[in-house]
């Protein structure tokens, strides 16, 4: 995703890091890049509607900052913007990507890539959000591009020290 092949020059990019998300129905490319964290993409076909999050940590347990780094938050916000901006939560479809692991990090209590997938699942699951493609876990960071007029992804893995 380095070469602008095959991509609309004169389409705006939109970078998201972690703690972020982007929620639009301009022609758009919106990316970001992945470790143990998880982005979320929504799509909603007939009303052209894309979003990406970027998430670090699984759940905000109520304690300090509700931020956006949180999956659980972050999930809710991002189909709450969908929806502000005219999708309809009920044809929405969503894709996933990242939760890498560090291949030193094998502690059970140290998989943040693995429970950040567990918590993208299973929010999606409980708000009745299809997931059509993913990508997730692994050891290997990802690059992904989101064209924002079809839904489609473009991904590439990176090498460990592009991935946040």
Known sequence: MTSSKGLDPKRPKIYIHAG?????????????????CVAVCLFDNVKRVAGMNHYLLPLWNGEGLKSLKY???????????MEKKGANRMVLVAKLFGGASPQKLTNEGLMIGEKNITVA???LAKEGIKVVASDLGGFKGRRILMDSRTGGIKLKYTSRDEAE
């Open 121 to 123: 699942k299973d929010h």
């Open 71 to 81: 999956g659980n938050v972050s999930i809710k916000k991002l189909i709450e913007s």
């Open 20 to 36: 972020q998300l982007h929620v639009t129905n301009e022609e758009v490319y919106i990316s970001t890049v992945l470790g143990s």
